[in-house]
């Protein structure tokens, strides 16, 4: 095992061993008998959850929502194209490993079955749902090896291939810094669905730097650019277009988002979120 791999195991079995991280962001909805919530009937619904009592009270049907306690199957889906390979304070693509250590170590402890997709213009590596820390070692391996420049980010061949690849029911996370053309309302159709979006604050809040030679981590094509005052207010145009039109979509389909930066402490940050 590398042995950045090793140190990354150490650290985060002792953080989540120490004060675990607990339950996971969500469970799923089912027949169990927990209750959830009351919310209004949607198209589709199981017509032996109307609560009668609520329905006659408001005048329009509701139905009764129950947690579901079951084993869960944890997918971690990480989308490490060249964009990824970028920080100021810690490389993207090392807090993607550091949150998929973080989860995949939650979810074998407390007894759910763990598999991962590495994602870039493509699918790079699977693993098989497991209960075992080896597949989560093997995981990181992968993710600590492969070479993700001049790789580009294809969501829409993510989607496809988890659509394919996930028959059953999942508790998905997908990681990844966010941009592009990413719709996720497919998968959340069949899977209850977080992204987590990992970025660093440059990204977001550029300074002006003048002439210089920019490089472009997913075609690697570099070329000369004036970092001025026009060409970062049009940046920052573009990232938040992107940003509004990704969350519009999450909150249209039910997705939580979760946003994670490179100078964060990552696990009080998915401790935060979780509780």
């Given at each position: 095992?590398?042995?950045?791999t ?7 079995q002792?953080q989540?061993y120490?004060?675990?991280l607990?339950?996971?962001?969500s469970?799923f909805?089912?027949?169990?008998f ?20 609520t329905?006659a009270k ?9 947690f579901?306690?079951?084993?869960l199957n ?8 060249g ?7 810690r490389?993207k693509c090392?807090?993607?490993r550091e949150?998929?250590?973080?989860i995949?170590i ?11 997709f590495?994602?870039?213009?493509k699918?790079i590596?699977w693993?098989k ?16 090896s492969?070479e ?12 496809q ?8 029911k999942?508790l998905?996370?997908i ?24 970025r660093d604050?440059f ?8 002439f ?5 981590m997913?075609?690697?094509?570099s070329?000369?650019?004036n ?6 207010y049009n940046y ?10 990704l969350?519009?979509?999450c909150k249209k389909?039910?997705?939580?988002i ?5 100078h964060?402490n ?6 935060q979120?979780?509780?």
């Open positions: 095992m590398h042995l950045d090793k140190k990354l195991l150490l650290k985060t002792k989540v120490s004060e675990r607990g339950n996971h962001i469970k909805y089912g027949e169990g927990e209750f959830s919530e009351l919310r209004e009937y949607e198209y589709g619904d199981d017509v032996r959850r109307i609560d009668w009592k329905t408001i005048g329009k049907p509701y139905v009764k929502l129950y579901e306690e079951r084993e944890v997918v971690i889906a990480t989308m490490m194209g964009s990824s390979y970028f920080g100021t304070f490389q090392d807090v993607m949150i998929t250590a973080l995949g939650s979810a074998i402890s407390e007894n759910d079955r763990f598999s991962h590495l994602f870039a213009d699918l590596e693993s749902p497991s209960k075992q820390r080896f597949s989560l070692y093997q995981a990181l391996e992968q993710m600590n492969f993700m420049l001049g790789k580009v980010s294809n969501y829409p061949g993510m989607v291939t988890l659509w394919t690849y996930l028959n059953k999942a998905l996370y990681i990844s810094d966010g941009i592009g053309d990413i719709d996720l309302g497919r998968l959340s159709k069949k899977h209850d669905v977080v992204l987590i979006i990992v604050r990204e977001e809040d550029p300074q002006e730097l003048g210089l030679r920019l490089v472009d997913e075609s690697t094509q070329y000369l650019g970092m001025d005052n026009d060409a970062v920052k145009k573009a990232l938040a277009m992107n940003d509004a039109k969350i519009a979509n389909y039910g997705i939580r979760l946003k994670v930066y490179t964060e990552i696990y009080l940050k998915l401790l979120s979780m509780r």
